[in-house]
């Protein structure tokens, strides 16, 4: 998604409403659909990598912590191991189940960003981007710690910026608030250095003046201590 920027005289910039790439939805499903077959080559056909191995036998042995990581993907693993058994499958359901929500959120960006009538077409495009990115497409499809870092990180994000869109709107839906720090929470349960995380929510209450407005309210002490 782009926008149009004119810039006067004066130097300053003024956004204009934002335009999309124009490219007919249907190549953008043919360019999507190779890298969608290839994810799910890499999915059901490589083989258990061995930390995939050596995290999912981690399932089986319930712990609240283990030797280099937090317990989630741990706990997962062992669920999705008791009811499904020892298949590639099983072993990558957690990250494609992580990966459903990472769509989910950005569809809901691209519904409130994306041009009238263009939705569709940003999530098209916002996936072409992810799936041809190495990286990203590594990390959300191998059965690692990762794909639930990526996933609640940017859960907690979407459900902060909600809140603040409503306290700008005149609203104050504490739900949100709670949302977003209970993904914080699990983004720590996930890797540990989803600390950082939980700072910048921290910087936000101490350094703002609407942030620490919220420091007044007992609904958001009980927020935090999700985290």
Not at 24 to 39: G, S, T, W
Request: proline share 5%; aromatic share 14%.
């Amino acid at each position: 998604v782009s926008s149009d920027i004119e810039v006067p005289k004066s130097g300053t910039a003024e956004l204009t409403e934002p335009v999309l790439i124009d490219v007919p939805r249907a190549q953008l499903i043919i360019a999507l659909l190779p890298l969608v077959i290839m994810k799910l080559v890499y999915v059901f056909a490589m083989p258990v990598l061995p930390d995939e191995g050596y995290y999912g036998m981690w399932g089986r042995f319930p712990a609240l912590s283990y030797f280099d990581h937090p317990p989630l993907l741990a706990w997962l693993q062992g669920i999705v191991h008791a009811i499904f058994g020892s298949t590639i499958f099983s072993l990558r359901l957690v990250p494609l189940l992580a990966f459903a929500g990472i769509v989910w959120i950005a569809w809901d960006w691209c519904k409130r960003w994306a041009p009238a009538g263009k939705a569709l077409d940003a999530l098209l495009i916002t996936l072409i981007v992810w799936f041809a990115s190495p990286l990203l497409l590594r990390f959300t499809t191998l059965a690692i710690q990762d794909c639930l870092l990526i996933v609640f990180t940017m859960a907690s994000i979407h459900f902060a910026a909600k809140f603040l869109v409503c306290r700008d709107e005149g609203r104050t839906d504490r739900r949100l608030f709670f949302a977003a720090c209970l993904c914080v929470g699990f983004a720590g349960l996930s890797i540990y250095n989803a600390v950082f995380i939980a700072i910048g929510f921290a910087g936000y209450l101490l350094a703002t003046r609407d942030g620490r407005g919220l420091l007044l309210h007992w609904q958001i002490w009980t927020g935090l201590a999700l985290i």
